[in-house]
């Protein structure tokens, strides 16, 4: 399987709320990093998530944030490796109501037939103005 068709797959069960079907292509010492990979009192997604428990951490704080809505997939393209995602996104941040739009690229690496690292892009600038 590619890296793209591993990375799919983890996409469409996490889309379709199988979130456990999803981190069994999770690699134990897999990295979740959302645009910073330093934590960010202000922004439950911001840090370096690790493993399986990370992986929930980070998709845990992603749900606290944001009401999910319209997440486009452009394209995909990699190797048996590595794969690179773009596309956009429109969700609806909880706390204000407010729309949060942006295009989104995501870079991952896959070893062995699991994800080792999901380092996700946005337009944090569009975040931190739906947020507040």
Same mark, same amino acid.
């Given at each position: 399987m590619t +890296?793209? +068709?591993?990375?799919?797959t983890f996409?469409?069960?996490v889309f =379709?709320?199988?979130?456990? *079907?999803a981190l069994a292509c999770?690699?134990? *010492? +897999?990295?979740?990093? =959302?645009?910073?990979?330093?934590?960010?009192p202000n922004n439950p997604v911001h840090g370096t998530f690790v493993g399986i428990e990370g992986a929930k951490q980070f998709f845990s704080g992603f749900s606290e944030l944001l009401e999910p809505g319209d997440f486009h997939v452009e394209a995909a393209f990699g190797d048996t490796e590595h794969a690179a995602f773009y596309g956009t996104l429109r969700h609806k941040a909880r706390t204000t109501g407010k729309e949060f739009a942006s295009d989104w690229a995501l870079i991952g690496r896959v070893k062995d037939g699991r994800i080792t690292l999901y380092h996700f892009y946005e337009d944090t600038e569009a975040l931190w103005n739906a947020l507040r």
């Open positions: +890296a793209v +068709a591993t990375f799919q996409l469409d069960n =379709s709320g199988a979130l456990e *079907q999770v690699d134990p *010492q +897999a990295r979740f990093i =959302s645009t910073n990979p330093n934590k960010n």
